[in-house]
């Protein structure tokens, strides 16, 4: 099924060395984000994984459906999982400078710079091999008390942290709601930035039995194609289908 | 044609607004490409995140930029932004145009009224700015805001396959000039096929229309060839009476008065009234 997923996004013709993906979810959950992790793990890349929102234990479970081992590579120093959920409660408990969410309770520091300090002293450890950064809801450092300037500037970082290193992708998802101003203001500016855009969304008529939603692949570089799909999620992949060839 | 215009000649400045289905930078860069060939010294400040293809086309149209993320201090980097934009302007005398890509980021950091003034303190210096903002990404004042800074202002659209520039530009004298325009942009980063959007006429018959406007009935309605014939042949009376009074002077429209004789009353109109 991950093949399947591939190909409708062109991944399996097209290297994702050197560009970035952006996922925009207007549902919930991101299947395509587990997706890609698979397929990165299973191109024998390094993933560095960066999550607000869930804990380790959660990717290796979801990873281990899906065929690949977030423990073991974790061990082999294949994988790092930099997660805000520990951290948050460290800083929480000890205040140490160098605690990437240390921004929480001092204002006059620069908020993030921690944590892409984190990230980038992970990427260092890999210059040379072909590595993914994966950072899942982007958006959950809005509800954090983070400006989206300070937001964006974060994305800048990381893209021009990928960009130095060739060999990197940066894989980010972004939560939207409709009500919500700013998080739509940030991930249409990112939208921008990003090389490829998938855009998942429910359907417009409600849950089905058949498909979970639809997805919008979109190429802001060469094929510079757009493309609608629907999809519908299992316990161990994706299925992907043109619209209105669910039930063939 | 405002942009067959803006080719030979950049105005003192020029905003392009695109959206994520309808991408700007293309325009953007076919036109500082145009004006670095036709001799004018170009400055090239990237504020947006390069997509992974830019590198090459920055290689192609020649330009050398550095992408810069704005620093945490807003002061700061205000400044900073300032200075760079307003550096060693005397050396390059007026054959100078900066080039803005893109506005959103600054915008993100700053308020417009700021990033107005900064951008007025350039123009008093007579440089040409072209610049490049995303049209989605901020409101509608923000964007309204910005018109009044910039003189012409082009946003790029798509119909049936073909790009559409519409193009608003605001004269010296206040008068406000817009178009809408075809263009397509070759491998080379030129503008090319530059032709004026002309409305289609309306695909009416002319055979089609009917030659009386006399509905269709059972009673003899129209008339026959020698009825219209004389009808033709009859002369108004106010048109026989404009004509005689024609021949003695010259024609012309006046109001003829004739004052009424007062209709005074002798009688106190409140006489009936018991004061």
């Known amino acids: 099924m991950a093949d399947t997923v591939m190909k409708a996004l062109m991944l399996d013709k097209i290297q994702i060395d050197g560009k970035s993906v952006l996922i925009v979810q207007h549902s919930d959950g991101s299947p395509f984000l587990h997706s890609l992790l698979t397929h990165s793990a299973r191109q024998g890349r390094r993933i560095c994984l960066v999550s607000f929102n869930q804990l380790v234990g959660y990717y290796h479970s979801v990873g281990t459906r899906l065929g690949w081992n977030l423990n073991n590579l974790l061990s082999k120093n294949q994988a790092a999982f930099i997660g805000g959920l520990h951290t948050l409660k460290d800083s929480f408990q000890f205040h140490c400078p160098s605690n990437p969410f240390n921004f929480l309770f001092n ?11 984190a990230i980038e002293s992970v ?13 899942d809801e982007l958006d959950c450092l809005l509800n954090l008390g983070i400006e989206p300037k300070a937001m964006i500037q ?4 990381c893209h021009s942290l990928i960009q130095t290193h060739s060999n990197g992708s940066l894989i980010v998802s972004i939560g939207v709601t409709p009500l919500d101003k700013e998080i739509i203001q940030c991930s249409t500016l990112l939208s921008h930035w990003s090389d490829l855009i998938l855009t998942e969304r429910g359907l417009q008529t409600g849950k089905s039995r058949d498909l979970t939603g639809t ?34 | 044609m ?20 309808v991408r700007g930078r293309p325009l953007f860069l076919s036109l500082i490409h ?26 192609q149209v020649k330009f050398t930029c550095q992408t810069c993320i704005l620093k ?39 308020t417009v009224g700021a990033l107005a003034s900064a951008l007025r303190n350039l123009q008093k210096r007579r440089v040409a700015v072209v610049a490049l903002v995303h049209g989605d990404v901020h409101d509608k004042e923000t964007l309204q805001a910005l018109n009044y800074v910039f003189h012409c202002h082009l946003t790029v659209r798509k119909t049936e396959d073909r790009n559409i520039c519409s193009g608003v530009l605001r004269k010296g004298s206040g008068k406000l000039v817009d178009s809408d325009e075809y263009y397509s942009i070759t491998d080379r980063w030129e503008i090319k096929d530059v032709e004026e959007v002309t409305k289609p006429s309306p695909n009416v018959l ?46 012309k429209g006046q109001i003829i008065y004739e004052a009424e004789a007062p209709d005074w009353d002798d009688e106190d109109p409140d006489d009936d009234l018991e004061i």
């Open chain 1, 107 to 117: 204002s006059t520091t620069c908020p993030l710079q921690a944590i892409f300090l």
């Open chain 1, 123 to 135: 990427i260092v450890g890999w210059i040379g091999q072909p590595f993914s950064l994966v950072i």
């Open chain 1, 154 to 157: 974060f994305f800048q970082k």
């Open chain 1, 215 to 248: 997805l919008t692949v979109k190429w802001n570089v060469s094929p510079f194609s757009e493309q609608d799909f629907h999809f519908k999620c299992f316990d161990r992949g994706i299925k992907m289908f043109a619209p209105g060839t669910a039930v063939l």
């Open chain 2, 2 to 21: 405002i942009l067959k215009d803006l080719l030979k000649q950049p105005l003192v400045s020029i905003l392009i607004e695109d959206s994520y289905s």
């Open chain 2, 34 to 59: 145009n004006y670095s060939e036709n001799g004018y010294s170009v400055r090239y400040f990237k504020y947006d995140s390069p997509l992974s293809s830019e590198k090459c086309e920055m290689e």
């Open chain 2, 72 to 110: 945490e201090d807003q002061d700061n980097s205000r400044m900073s932004i300032e200075s760079s934009w307003c550096s060693d302007l005397a050396n390059n005398g007026d054959h100078l145009v900066i080039a803005i890509d893109s506005l959103s980021p600054l915008l993100m950091n700053w």
């Open chain 2, 206 to 251: 002319v055979e089609s229309l009917p030659k009386h406007a006399v509905p269709k009935s059972t009673f003899k309605l129209d008339l026959n060839a020698k009825e219209e014939e004389a009808r033709s042949q009859v002369v108004l009376p106010y048109i026989r009476k404009q004509a005689s009074s024609a021949t003695s002077e010259t024609a």
